[in-house]
């Protein structure tokens, strides 16, 4: 079935640093992919998407880019901020439906 | 616009109780997912409703069961309920089923004692 692998947590970073959260997936298909935000007590919200192979989601300085070739769809920011602290889950959509399979979530603490 | 709420944000119920929880969708989405969260298990798919029907079902057992409404509004009802089904539960809504745009409301904390 459907899975999806990313980077354990939690990763610790000094304001001003460049953030990858590695995520790579398994699906049969062409699925859409996803990366959601949770804030501490809140629901998850979206932060970006790719629909397609090649595609490149972007949104608040964050960027991830749908590699089919080596499954994959890794979270980047040049420089993060305290407030970019939350957990960050990946998640597959397959072709139809609304069913999302999620990632287990990478928590980020960014410190001044 | 108003988001997605859901109703009642904190639950404390009973082993063997049963729980219903409610998810009013943001006005015009047809399209109302439930999902189960726990530290063990992480984001777990229960269901997808879409114009009164049940489009999409995960693996849970039937104790987990769901509906929804002419006016979008869905519920999500638990049966005899067990230690492990304390867990955050969200609802998302979006435009209809193949939207790539789900939203998310803040969730229902269930404990069960």
């Known amino acids: 079935g459907d899975s999806v692998t990313q980077m354990e947590g939690p990763v610790t970073l000094s304001e001003e640093a460049f953030l990858t959260i590695n995520c790579t997936y398994t699906?049969?298909?062409?699925?859409?992919l996803f990366w959601y935000v949770q804030y501490p007590g809140e629901g998850l919200q979206l932060l970006l998407k790719?629909?397609?192979?090649?595609d490149k989601g972007s949104n608040k300085g964050f960027e991830a880019t749908y590699r089919k070739e080596t499954t994959s769809f890794h979270l980047e920011k040049g420089s993060v901020q305290v407030s970019d602290s939350a957990v960050y889950f990946c998640?597959?959509?397959?072709?139809?439906?609304?069913?999302?399979?999620f990632g287990t979530g990478t928590q980020l603490k960014v410190e001044l | 616009k108003a988001g997605v709420t859901q109703t009642p944000r904190y639950l404390i119920k009973t082993r063997g109780q049963q729980v219903t929880l409610s998810c009013s969708p943001i006005?015009?989405?047809?399209?109302v997912s439930w999902y189960q969260q726990t530290p063990g298990q992480g984001l777990q798919f229960l269901f997808e409703?879409?114009?009164?029907?049940?489009?999409n079902k995960g693996n849970f057992p039937g104790r987990f069961s769901g509906r929804q409404f002419s006016n979008s509004r869905s519920e999500m009802n638990v049966s005899t309920l067990e230690l492990g089904d304390s867990a955050l539960y969200l609802c998302?809504?979006?435009?209809?089923?193949?939207?790539?745009?789900?939203?998310f409301g803040p969730g229902t904390r269930l404990t069960v004692t």
């Open positions: 998302a809504s979006s435009v209809d089923t193949f939207s790539y745009e789900q939203y």
């Open positions: 699906a049969t298909g062409y699925p859409s």
């Open positions: 790719a629909t397609k192979a090649d």
């Open positions: 998640a597959l959509r397959p072709g139809g439906g609304n069913k999302l399979t």
């Open positions: 006005s015009g989405h047809r399209s």
């Open positions: 409703y879409f114009s009164e029907t049940q489009r």
